[in-house]
Nanobody, 120 residues
Framework: QVQLVESGGGLVQAGGSLRLSCAASGSIFSIKSMGWYRQAPGKQRELVAAISGGTTTYADSVKGRFTISRDNAKNTVYLQMNSLKPGDTAVYYC???????????????WGQGTQVTVSS
């Protein structure tokens, strides 16, 4: 069993900052990559940022404002969000590409989501 638990969402005014955290736990052998997605009402889920090894990827809409980082020792990924805009309002989901030993398999695990609301 593998679990991802997110924290750090909330309500913030435009221009403010929030820091999301996502901790993975369970029978984990390794984590290949971790990322953050978001889904606004009536829209499809979209990739916000991802990190794999030393490589990071960002959606164009958040480049220069959001920073993804990872603590491998804690199996935790962070998303520092600065200069937030009302358009960033969404439920943010953490995802991890996890490999387990028993059973031996690799799969994508998702967190339950955390709400981020940016007021104008």
């Amino acid at each position: 069993q593998v679990q991802l638990v997110e924290s750090g969402g909330g309500l913030v005014q435009a221009g403010g900052s929030l820091r999301l955290s996502c901790a993975a736990s369970g029978s984990i052998f390794s984590i290949k990559s971790m990322g953050w997605y978001r889904q606004a009402p009536g829209k499809q889920r979209e990739l916000v940022a991802a990190i794999s090894g030393g490589t990071t990827t960002y959606a164009d809409s958040v480049k220069g404002r959001f920073t993804i980082s990872r603590d491998n020792a804690k199996n935790t990924v962070y998303l520092q969000m600065n200069s937030l805009k009302p358009g960033d309002t969404a439920v943010y989901y953490c995802s991890a590409r996890v490999r387990t030993v028993f059973p031996s398999r690799e799969f994508d695990e998702w967190g339950q989501g955390t709400q981020v609301t940016v007021s104008s």
